[in-house]
């Protein structure tokens, strides 16, 4: 059992102002990307029906950074989407501090198990 | 088409689509994905892909609302994210190894089914104590949520636990918060009030969505130009759909919609089946 008692209501206000925050900083890094792009290419014709898969750079973490340190739009709006994906995975991890703090091991150990599936799913096998 | 021209078009359909999805209480998934397959011969994949990410944007734009009233139900929540993130990864695995065509057709059908759920009224049987799973994890709340509320029970988590993996695979594999499964698992079959049901749903759609977003990143099916106006547009049309709601004529709305849905439902049915482009 827990020592301390878990202050809930303070937590889910918390978690609540940090998934805003996310969301927020993550429409803005899309937008400004959105910009850029739109500025660059916008004349350029498209189309989605036809599916190819995005290339490396558009992909994995640290090459979405990468990608978007060079100034590229598309970059740009990968990075904020990859925030935006981050933002619930934030929210589980600050979960899991709080459990850890008021040593709720049961709990703890849910929000860690969470945690590791989304990194999973994040970061792939390879 | 030029970019320009395909970006404000997209932008537009998914602000109706975000605006829709909030006054069915469907959420903007399962509007944005039949818009952009059907009407805008984007390929499956790809339409799953941008909606996702929009679906996370909407739920996690939207919590700070529903955590603040404290009817949400954290230990629920936060256990059944076991359930919902590993069924999320299957569904991407899945939605990797399915032909779009097959895609379109299960799309079709919970599509249809989710349109039928949402015209149901919430008539729930409350739990009368909680069961002894229950009781381990401290799943039991309060209601309203003060140290003087009421406790309610929390039963059937076996069953809520089946449920909600299959919520995560419908969410991943279709690009769809789930948020009609995962209120039913929390509802009809684990017995939380209905209040606290679809805030805890809500609670929890983001992190099922960012784990199947985190799949198809990786495996190259988020096309950032595509995304981008997908979610500044379903987020935008679903704050537009939060205010409207108030003052709403919901459920004649909801009946309308839902008719609308069940005719794009067979649409994606007829195009996969019969091998249409989608």
């Given amino acids: 059992m827990s020592k301390t008692a878990l202050d809930e209501a303070r937590l889910e206000r918390r978690l609540g102002a940090l998934l805003r925050a996310g969301v927020l900083a993550a429409a803005t890094l899309v937008l400004i990307g959105a910009a850029l792009l739109l500025w660059q290419h916008g004349g350029e014709r498209v189309s989605f029906a036809h599916f190819s898969g995005e290339p490396r750079a558009l992909r994995h973490p640290l090459a979405i950074a990468a990608d978007a340190a060079s100034g590229s739009g598309r970059g740009l709006i990968q990075l904020g989407l990859l925030l935006l994906i981050a933002t619930p995975v934030a929210r589980v991890a600050f979960a899991a501090v709080a459990f850890w703090r008021v040593r709720d091991r049961l709990y703890l150990g849910v929000t860690l198990w969470v945690l590791a599936v989304l990194a999973f799913s994040l970061l792939g096998t390879r | ?278």
């Avoid at chain 2, 919970?110 to 409350?126: F, T």
């Avoid at chain 2, 140290?147 to 991943?172: C, E, K, N, T």
């Fill in chain 2, 1 to 278: 088409m030029t970019l320009l021209a395909f970006t404000a078009l997209i932008a537009l359909g998914s602000f109706v689509a975000g605006t829709v999805g909030a006054l069915t209480g469907l959420g903007g998934g399962v509007i944005v994905v039949p818009l952009l397959t059907l009407a805008l011969g984007v390929d499956i994949r790809y339409a799953v892909g941008a909606s996702l990410v929009s679906v996370i944007a909407t739920s996690s734009g939207a919590a700070a609302a529903y955590l603040r009233d404290g009817y949400v139900n954290l230990r629920v929540g936060l256990f059944l994210e076991i359930a919902t993130t590993l069924g999320a990864l299957a569904g991407g695995a899945l939605g990797v190894w399915l032909s779009p065509d097959r895609v379109a057709v299960i799309f079709g059908i919970v599509l249809a089914v989710s349109a039928v759920l949402s015209l149901r009224a919430p008539a729930r049987v409350a739990a009368s104590a909680s069961d002894r799973l229950a009781v381990l994890l401290r799943l039991g709340g309060r209601l309203p949520p003060v140290a003087g509320g009421d406790a309610y029970a929390v039963r059937g988590v076996p069953g809520g636990f089946a449920l909600m993996f299959g919520a995560g695979v419908a969410s991943s594999l279709l690009g769809i918060g789930s948020g009609a499964i995962k209120v039913l698992a929390l509802d009809r079959v684990m017995g939380l009030p209905f209040k606290v049901s679809t805030t805890t749903s809500n609670f929890m759609i983001g992190v099922t969505a960012a784990a199947g977003a985190g799949v198809y990143l990786n495996r190259g099916y988020i096309d950032p130009a595509l995304a981008m106006p997908v979610m500044l547009g379903v987020l935008a049309g679903s704050f537009l759909g939060a205010r409207l709601l108030a003052q709403a004529p919901v459920a004649r709305l909801r009946l309308v919609f839902a008719v609308v849905l069940w005719l794009l439902a067979a649409q994606m049915i007829y195009n996969g089946l019969t091998d249409h482009h989608v």
